[in-house]
């Protein structure tokens, strides 16, 4: 499919794109926090790789991953114009992605990563979730 904008256009649209406060994950992470009485957790924990979420009694960290940007294949976006770019700029991603997660695990963190979509399924979200609810 042809992109509607032109060039520049659709730069000026990708910026407005942020990686915090985004209302498709970390927003609806909260909310769910909120509903199951999770307590506990912290925004901007001072860890590499910077997590969504931090729950440091715990040990465990949350990265809520948006589909497009993390190359999650739940829709098969993939961009037809400059592809190659956004092929290596998305392997890179899923590659630091995978390197952090795996430091993390070594330093005693227990890693859970939260796709865009898992979040439209309560059950999904909640398995993942399940060992940050009170005993």
């Known amino acids: 499919m042809t992109d509607v904008f032109e060039s520049r256009e659709?730069?000026?649209?990708?910026?407005?794109?942020?990686?915090?406060?985004?209302?498709?994950?970390?927003?609806k992470i909260i909310l769910y926090f909120k509903v199951h009485s999770i307590k506990g957790w912290r925004r901007n924990y001072k860890v590499v790789g910077h997590p969504d979420f931090a729950f440091p009694e715990k040990r465990v960290l949350i990265?809520?991953?948006?589909?497009?940007?993390?190359?999650?294949?739940?829709?098969?976006?993939?961009?037809?114009?400059?592809?190659?770019?956004?092929?290596?700029?998305?392997?890179?991603?899923?590659?630091?992605?995978?390197?952090?997660?795996?430091?993390?695990?070594?330093?005693?963190?227990?890693v859970i990563r939260i796709w865009e979509c898992e979040l439209r399924s309560q059950d999904i979200t909640g398995k993942k979730l399940s060992i940050l609810k009170s005993d």
């Open 10 to 27: 659709r730069s000026s649209i990708m910026r407005l794109i942020k990686s915090k406060g985004n209302k498709s994950t970390e927003l």
């Open 63 to 110: 990265f809520t991953d948006g589909c497009f940007w993390h190359g999650h294949n739940c829709r098969m976006l993939k961009p037809k114009d400059n592809a190659a770019y956004w092929e290596k700029k998305i392997n890179a991603t899923k590659i630091r992605d995978q390197r952090i997660t795996d430091l993390l695990t070594q330093k005693g963190w227990k």
